[in-house]
Structures are given as C-alpha cells and as structure tokens.
C-alpha cells in the first residue's frame, strides 16, 4: 500500500504540477490535465508513450481523448487518493508531451 | 457532408451493431460501446489499432480508457448524428477487439 500524500506534503509535491496545467480535484483526491496536440496522430502517439511508461510503473491512467485533447485524471484506487506514484506518472507525461 | 443516418436506414444499418454490443444513444446521435481487455497493454493496443485505423478514415472517435476497460463513443459532428462513417469505424474496431 502506497502511502497517502496529504497536507504539506501533498501541497509541496504538488506546487510543480499546478504550474503545469494540472488541477487537484475538489475532495483532494485524484489531479487532472488535458493536454492539447497537433491532431489526432499526435494525440495517439502521446497516449502509446505515457501508456507504456504507465505500464512500467504498473500505475495506470483514467483517460478520454477526443481528436487532438486528451484529458488525464490520476488518483491510486488502493490508496484512495493521491500518492508519489500519481505525482511520477504526472511528470512522465509532462515529459512526453511537447 | 455526409448524409444523416434516419429512421429505417439507420435502423438497418445498426442493427448488426447492437447484436455485437453497441448502443444507440437516446437522442439517436451516436452509438456507445464499452470493451473489455485481459489488461492495460492489450487495451492500449486495440487503441494504437483502431486509431490508426480511425485516422486513415479521417474519422476519430471519442473514448475513455481506464485500465483494461476502453468505452468508445461514435458520432458524426459535421453532420449532427450518425452517419456510416460510424458505422464503418465501428465495424473496423469490433473486427480489432478480442
């Protein structure tokens, strides 16, 4: 079990985030961002390198996309809420998206 | 433009769709249907191929994955309802799904 990130800790792993375009839901439990590509090839090419790297950390996105948006919620289900696996998938994404 | 899908003519054509598991909307304007996989990757994997497929068609569809589930929604927005760009790609995507 992943441990829960909550108060200073969780606001301090979050400040990076924020300023990149995520938001943290209003219960505190799961963040989001969408992302906004070139078209649709784009869009599917980011989704096969944040899903792969995903799978790595075996920690996996809820995610919709539409055309060139992709919209991204993180939260870890067997923790109910925020952990460091949410705030590592965050910044591989940001890292794979241009 | 392509031309609207109504009454008996969509009636026809969707009818193979919702024997496989695809739903008609209740205003009638698109057609949703929710895949199952053994896993993430083989659901990343279905999305690499219908995508691909989608992009080749010039007709993208609107889907949601979270984990090993992937619920895809079709719809024409240019023409304000289904038309058989949908029903091609959704034909294309069960002929990829398991």
């Not at 301090?12 to 989001?32: C, F, M, S, V, Y």
């Amino acid at each position: 079990m992943r441990d829960l990130l909550t108060g200073d800790a969780r606001d301090h792993a979050l400040a990076p985030l924020t300023a990149r375009g995520w938001t943290l839901e209003a219960d505190g439990k799961a963040i989001t961002r969408t992302y906004r590509f070139k078209g649709f090839p784009a869009a599917l090419g980011f989704m096969v390198a944040a899903g792969t790297e995903a799978q790595k950390l075996d920690h996996h996105p809820e995610w919709t996309n539409v055309y060139n948006r992709v919209e991204v919620r993180l939260t870890t289900h067997s923790a109910g809420g925020l952990t460091d696996l949410d705030i590592r998938l965050a910044d591989v994404m940001d890292s794979l998206a241009p």
